[in-house]
């Protein structure tokens, strides 16, 4: 079972993004890691919050849930026999839209 770890949220200007979703949520969003990609999101709690520089990316975009799966290609496969779409493979993570064309993400457990 895939279970939601993160959700993303593109912004315009990281900065006031940062300072709306600390101070609604009451906790900090810290700078990733590099492993991580690139922005920052909470550290505290179950379900992390996420922002990143809205960009033209497949997930620059819109907000997105990420599903932690315990093997990434196969819950791929999975998604495209299912109807849905993969927008952007990946080795860690893969960007996909569900059968109605709502984007979500898949990040390696």
Do not use: K, N
Request: glycine letters at 16%; a negative charge; proline letters at 7%.
């Amino acid at each position: 079972m895939a279970e939601l770890s993160l959700v993303e949220f593109p912004a315009d200007d990281p900065e006031r993004a940062r300072r709306f979703w600390e101070g609604l949520l009451g906790v900090p969003l810290a700078e990733r890691e590099e492993a991580e990609g690139r922005g920052r999101q909470t550290r505290e709690g179950g379900v992390a919050v996420g922002l990143h520089e809205r960009g033209p990316g497949p997930g620059d975009r819109f907000s997105l849930p990420y599903f932690v799966v315990a093997d990434l290609g196969e819950a791929v496969a999975r998604v495209e026999a299912l109807g849905g779409e993969v927008v952007h493979p990946g080795e860690r993570w893969a960007i996909c839209r569900d059968s109605e064309g709502s984007p979500f993400g898949l990040a390696r457990g």
